[in-house]
């Protein structure tokens, strides 16, 4: 019975720290536009930011407040870039989300919030 319970404390702490260790695998940092500003019009056309996919990512869901995801898979040589679609006045929400070959999501993501006046 000690060594079931040995085996699966043992079999935990192997889960714990390879979990861990994808979700440190990659990253994901949005530079333009940061988080909180305040822009002047339509200053915003692009998305830049650099990524290093972890080991389970193919590319990224790039959502711009509650529209359609645009795919993004230049990922390589970054810093990156996507053009924004036309964005209103107002508060605008970001959001970039590593993603498999099938597009199901990592859990990786940034996000970054500001308003355009």
């Known amino acids: 019975m000690k060594t079931i319970i040995r085996s699966v404390i043992a079999l935990a702490i192997g889960f714990s720290i390879g979990t861990s260790y994808a979700a440190d ?5 949005i530079i333009t536009p940061s988080d909180g500003a305040v822009v002047q019009g339509n200053a915003i056309s692009k ?3 650099r990524v290093k996919l972890g080991p389970q990512g193919d590319h990224l869901h790039v959502y711009v407040d509650d ?5 993004d898979r230049e ?4 810093p990156c870039a996507v053009d924004l679609p ?5 508060k605008h929400v970001i959001i ?6 099938d597009h199901s999501l990592t859990g990786l993501q940034s ?7």
């Open 86 to 90: 036309p964005l209103s006045a107002g």
């Open 25 to 29: 695998a990659g990253s994901i940092s």
């Open 111 to 117: 996000s970054t919030m500001f308003i355009t006046k």
């Open 47 to 49: 998305l830049i930011y």
């Open 75 to 78: 990922v390589t040589g970054c």
């Open 96 to 101: 970039v989300k590593e993603a498999r070959a």
């Open 67 to 71: 529209q359609k995801p645009i795919v």
